[in-house]
């Protein structure tokens, strides 16, 4: 069992950034996929970004230019940088870890991000 933390979420204007970090417990963290997901109020939840083990990124068009994710092995642990916010960025974000090989798929308790007009 792998337990993720996340820190960072909070309230923020619009043009504001926020980072949120996810931390894993564990010593597979290193071949696992990371991933930032996000499920806006009254809808379902979607993909963000995510690093792959050899640090190979993805993002969904709406953050793109605008989010970075990175990963530090050393630490356990994914960051996602979100800079010029908008409304539409508000929701639960949700950090996950995967190793589809070893169907290992879990998730975070996920972290509230406002973002005000």
């Known amino acids: 069992q792998v337990q993720l933390v996340e820190s960072g979420g909070g309230l923020v204007q619009a043009g504001g950034s926020l980072r949120l970090s996810c931390a894993a417990s564990?010593?597979?963290?290193?071949?696992?996929?990371m991933g930032w997901y996000r499920q806006p109020p009254g809808k379902q939840r979607e993909l963000v970004a995510s690093?792959?083990?050899?640090?190979?990124?993805n993002y969904a068009d709406s953050v793109k230019g605008r989010f970075i994710i990175s990963r530090d092995n050393a630490r356990n642990t994914v960051v996602l940088q979100m800079n010029s916010l908008k409304p539409e960025d508000t929701a639960v974000y949700y950090c996950?870890?995967?190793?589809?090989?070893?169907?290992?798929?879990?998730w975070g308790q996920g972290t509230q991000v406002t973002v005000s007009s």
């Open positions: 996950n870890f995967n190793i589809a090989w070893m169907r290992r798929d879990y």
């Open positions: 564990g010593s597979t963290f290193t071949i696992a996929s």
């Open positions: 690093i792959g083990t050899g640090g190979n990124t």
